[in-house]
Antibody, heavy 118, light 107 residues
Framework: QVQLQESGPGLVKPSQTLSLTCSVS??????????WNWIRQPAGKGLEWIGR???????NYNPSLKSRVTISVDTSKNQFSLRLISVTAADTALYFC??????????WGQGSLVTVSS | DIQVTQSPSSLSASIGDRVSITCRAS??????LNWYQQKPGKAPNLLIF???SSQSGVPSRFTGGGSGTDFTLTVSDLQPEDRATYYC?????????FGQGTRLEIK
């Protein structure tokens, strides 16, 4: 059973950088068939796709966040990461990592709550 | 960007009822449409992929249909555990987009 687990600080100060890591187990992040994604959900609101990275390192980002987002992969650790700069209170959300295979999100992490506050 | 619009935003039904949720895409997405169920505090769970294919382990009372721009998720024989928020999502092109969600309450 594939498992994804988010980790990172739960509190980030405004204007600083949000950094999260997703650790993947029971599957190789090197598998060429997949994209590895970040998705977020503000409390009480819907799902927003942030972006994705392929095993070759190619990335796609949501245009609404593109200027502030970087997604990277560390194949040696079987992990991928999210970096979001210049955060504001609007970036407070539950952040999910997810595997995208054959045009669908089939495995998700449990989510990591990040609050932006001073 | 392709917009996906869900309706209704919420609905209430009784045990044993049949309910339907619709999702309309702003352009033709063929069958690149998936449905997810999300319970409070949990990650979304894939129910239906490619518009009408059931994910392994999902009860047969969940069915999907449609193609092009109009899609439907139907839940038959409603059960208490079906209380959740349901989202559609298109994978036709980047950026990937989700519908606004439909909250299903059980009377």
């Amino acid at each position: 059973q594939v498992q994804l687990q988010e980790s990172g600080p739960g509190l980030v100060k405004p204007s600083q950088t949000l950094s999260l890591t997703c650790s993947v187990s029971s599957d190789s992040i090197n598998n060429g068939s997949y994209y590895w994604n970040w998705i977020r959900q503000p409390a009480g609101k819907g799902l927003e796709w942030i972006g994705r990275i392929s095993t070759s390192g190619s990335t796609n980002y949501n245009p609404s966040l593109k200027s502030r987002v970087t997604i990277s992969v560390d194949t040696s650790k079987n992990q991928f990461s999210l970096r979001l700069i210049s955060v504001t209170a609007a970036d407070t959300a539950l952040y999910f990592c997810a595997r995208h295979k054959s045009a669908r999100f089939d495995y998700w992490g449990q989510g990591s709550l990040v609050t932006v506050s001073s | 960007d392709i917009q996906v619009t869900q309706s209704p935003s919420s609905l209430s039904a009784s045990i044993g009822d049949r309910v339907s949720i619709t999702c309309r895409a702003s352009q033709n997405i063929s069958t690149y449409l998936n449905w997810y169920q999300q319970k409070p505090g949990k990650a979304p769970n894939l129910l239906i992929f490619a518009a009408s294919s059931s994910q392994s382990g999902v009860p047969s009372r969940f069915t999907g249909g449609g193609s092009g721009t109009d899609f439907t998720l139907t839940v038959s024989d409603l059960q208490p555990e079906d209380r959740a928020t349901y989202y559609c999502q298109q994978s036709f092109t980047s950026p990937i987009t989700f519908g606004q969600g439909t909250r299903l309450e059980i009377k």
